[in-house]
Nanobody
Framework: QVHLVESGGGLVQAGGSLRLSCAAS?????MGWYRQSPGKQRELVVT???????AYADSVKGRFTISRDNAKNTVYLQMNSLKPEDTAVYYC?????????WGQGTQVTVSS
């Protein structure tokens, strides 16, 4: 079983930036960043395959950039031009997700 640890969240003003990290205890092929806002279902916002190919939800396209360092089993999410609607707990997991791998997530709060 792989253990995932998210970090890098925080409070930022609208238009600001944050960089999230996801450290995995083992190798995972396709990784994704998910987010969940209060009262909403968890949603997948971006994915990255082991070869570096990516896919983005329309809501974050052009603002978020996912990357990975396979040697470190780490995935990053650079978030720019943040909006209040990006406020959520952000999680990393496999794609499709693996229930046993959900971690605590990292809170991102964007103030207007």
């Amino acid at each position: 079983q792989v253990h995932l640890v998210e970090s890098g969240g925080g409070l930022v003003q609208a238009g600001g930036s944050l960089r999230l990290s996801c450290a995995a205890s083992g190798m995972i092929n396709t990784m994704g960043w998910y987010r969940q806002s209060p009262g909403k279902q968890r949603e997948l916002v971006v994915t990255i395959a082991r070869d570096g190919s990516t896919a983005y939800a329309d809501s974050v396209k052009g603002r978020f950039t996912i990357s990975r360092d396979n040697a470190k089993n780490t995935v990053y999410l650079q978030m720019n031009s943040l909006k209040p609607e990006d406020t959520a707990v952000y999680y990393c997991n496999t794609v499709p997700s693996t229930n046993a791998y959900w971690g605590q997530g990292t809170q991102v709060t964007v103030s207007s």
